[in-house]
């Protein structure tokens, strides 16, 4: 309790002290958000035109792109299809980009929260993510699981998302082993003085969000809330339904508060608080999971000549969850804390060198410590059994440098970067009913420095035609969860593995980008990947496995994506085919040739829209996953799935708006697990109605 309160008193002190800047910067100037985005003219007594004022700008983003992104492989979501999902969820909108997974099919309101974990280009195989998520600017993965909090990023409050492909080195950091996810915040202008929206689905959940921006000067505020609840579905299959199942309810709501002022002409400070909660119960009655988090950033972005980018985070996390008996519907194991902190920062410094060349330099460090504490009990007497303690420290120092030079039709870039990553404090303790020992493992401190890179070119090779190439390579860390936790679903046990070494990636990508003007957008990427010492859960015997390091993972495919508008008709889509598979040697050979575990070699996505008049918007959706395996022994197949889903939003009066979403239109069966027989089913035919208004 007391750890759990100094986190959230650190997270709270942050954004408080970076709140009481804001009304201080704001006091500098008068102007509204609105005159800031036109520079207006003054006369003078003669009548002649003065000199205009430079407005202070306030965009509440980072810096400006680097001219490095036009050599990777990388797709931008627009604010439109954010508040146009069918779901309503995160992870539904990611769904569109191609190569993106969630480690299971599951969406975020009937999957454990432990399992959400996100990857790009088929490089999954475990729970934890190998894609770097970053909410303006902040890593937003669990401290301890290194999985997505994805019931907390409702997309409604953002502008904007970019997803770029291929190992990140340089700026983005650690953790960026198979790409990057930049979530933008929504500004003032996106959202409006006030925008809500409440619904229903033909379960009688419900779903509503809402938020309040204002201007303050010259920046502004925004506070934002969002409530999802519900009854939920049947995740177990009508034959497999047992007295104890219970349907998939779940109950969330996130708040945040983001300010954003000028401190100068040029230099902009931003602050970020959210709160969020997340309860689920899962498969049986009594099988309740909850993920809460309270989180604080400071940022300080500097445009002037010399460039800059200042931030620092905190983030306070909590995880518990019950396991009940798959045999005897019992409690057998309470998950009951599981306490983490992650913290961090990073400087960034871009030097004047002129229009053609950029150069990035700068430092960055995350820590994360957390300790899981949980009960076991005997299913037959329901005696407590063992208390267990397991825990650690991770941490990362890198330094970076980056540059661009641009000459006439040709970008060249490259990057370097460091990282010390340090692993000690590991521990995993079991005690029996009496105190007494029954297993002790203490991790190794151990600490080491790795240089990655990336490099990359694009050429303008005629009007709307550009070439790219890049070549890459990228480092993450295993989790405290992968190190120290061991866990259990019935019957199978998956042991840690304190000894687990950092995952590389090194990759390549060539690929075409055509655009022959503003309303048609093809790319087209082909790609090399090889993640070096993939961590994944190996099996040792039929209801034993361990994490283990294998020897690699390689993929190889193609990723194509598309944009089009023709009048008030739109249409997207992308496709993905990734042939990934383990390569096994040693005590894991195996395995070699065998596909990871839940990756599919096809994917695709989908949009059909129209826009008849002012404030109508329909689209239908279709979406695919093609076959794949539960584990490693590639014994259990998921098969392929394929949805289609409806958004429909009709005007009504001034400002109010009719919505109609349909999940699953066709009501496809979705495997989201096949442990033996043993099976989880995703999402069915799920209608909403509902109301939007926005001022």
Do not use: C
């Amino acid at each position: 309790m007391t750890k759990s309160y100094l986190r959230f008193s650190a997270a709270s002190s942050l954004f408080a002290h970076a709140a009481l800047l804001v009304p201080a910067a704001n006091a500098h100037s008068t102007e509204g958000q609105s005159e800031i985005r036109e520079a207006s003219q003054e006369r003078d007594d003669d009548g002649v035109d003065a000199a205009p004022e430079m407005p202070i700008i306030v965009t509440g983003s980072g810096l400006r792109d680097a001219p490095s992104i036009r050599a990777y492989a990388s797709d931008i979501v627009e604010r439109d299809a954010l508040t146009s999902a069918p779901a309503g969820t995160i992870e539904d909108v990611l769904g569109t980009v191609g190569g993106f997974q969630q480690f299971r099919r599951s969406d975020s309101r009937s999957a454990n929260p432990s399992a959400q974990g996100a990857t790009l280009r088929s490089l999954g195989g475990n729970a934890s993510s190998r894609t770097l998520v970053l909410l303006d600017g902040v890593p937003i993965a669990d401290p301890f699981f290194g999985f997505i909090p994805f019931n907390a990023l409702a997309p409604e409050r953002l502008g904007a998302i970019r997803v770029t492909r291929g190992g990140g080195s340089g700026p983005f950091g650690a953790g960026a082993l198979t790409g990057t996810i930049e979530l933008q915040s929504a500004d003032a202008v996106q959202l409006g003085q006030f925008s809500g929206q409440a619904l229903v689905n033909d379960r009688g959940e419900t779903q509503a969000n809402a938020s309040l921006a204002h201007e303050l000067g010259s920046g502004f505020a925004v506070v934002s809330g969002r409530w999802d609840r519900g009854q939920g579905f049947f995740t177990t299959p009508d034959e497999q339904r047992v007295p104890a199942t219970a349907r998939a309810s779940f109950d969330n709501w996130s708040i945040g508060l983001r300010a954003v002022a000028p401190l100068s002409d040029t230099v902009e400070l931003q602050a970020r608080g959210l709160v969020y909660d997340d309860r689920r119960t899962l498969r049986f009655d009594g099988a309740d999971s909850t993920n809460e988090g309270q989180d604080a950033s400071i940022r300080i972005v500097g445009r002037g000549d010399w460039e800059f980018d200042a931030l620092a985070y905190v983030q306070a996390r909590n995880f518990s969850n019950i396991i009940i008996s798959s045999t005897r519907f019992v409690q057998v194991l309470d998950q009951r804390n599981t306490p983490s902190t992650g913290l961090g920062g990073k400087f960034e410094l871009r030097p004047p060198l002129g229009d053609d060349q950029t150069l990035r330099l700068g430092v960055d460090f995350r820590r994360a410590d957390g300790e899981l504490q949980e009960e076991a009990f005997s299913a037959f007497s329901g005696a407590l059994r063992e208390r267990r303690r397991a825990g650690g420290t991770n941490s990362d120092l890198g330094l970076f440098a980056e540059y661009d030079r641009q000459m006439d039709s040709v970008t060249l870039t490259g990057g370097l970067r460091a990282d010390r990553t340090d692993i000690s404090g590991g521990f995993f303790r079991a005690v029996d009913a009496n105190g007494a020992l029954v297993s002790e493992t203490i991790g190794a401190d151990r600490g080491d420095w790795t240089v990655s890179w990336r490099a990359g070119a694009a050429f303008a090779a005629s009007e709307g035609v550009t070439l790219r190439a890049a070549t890459y390579s990228s480092l993450r860390l295993p989790t405290l969860n992968e190190l120290y936790r061991p866990f259990v679903v019935f019957p199978v046990v998956t042991q840690a593995n304190a000894d687990l070494e950092n995952e590389q990636l090194e990759g390549v990508e060539v690929g075409i980008d055509y655009s022959p003007d503003q309303s048609i957008k093809f790319s087209l990427t082909a790609f090399n990947n090889r993640v070096k010492d993939a961590i994944a859960n190996v099996t040792l015997q039929p209801n034993l496995r361990q994490r283990q390091n294998l020897p690699a993972i390689d993929a190889q495919g193609i990723e194509a994506s598309f944009t089009a508008a023709w009048g008030t008709l739109r249409a997207s889509g992308s496709a993905t085919f990734a042939d990934a598979t383990i390569d096994g040697e040693g005590a894991s050979s195996a395995l070699d040739g065998n596909r990871p575990p839940q990756v599919a070699r096809w994917t695709a996505a989908g949009l059909l829209g129209w826009r008849p008049a002012f404030g109508w918007d329909l689209a239908l959706s279709l979406r695919h996953a093609g076959a794949q395996f539960e584990d490693d022994q590639e014994t259990d197949r998921l098969p392929p799935a394929t949805t289609l889903s409806f958004f429909g939003q009709v005007p009504l009066a001034r400002n109010l708006s009719l919505i109609i979403r349909g999940e699953n239109l066709t009501d496809e069966e979705i495997v989201t697990r096949n442990a033996g027989g043993a099976i989880d089913l995703g999402v069915p035919r799920t209608i909403w109605l509902g109301f939007r208004y926005g001022i």
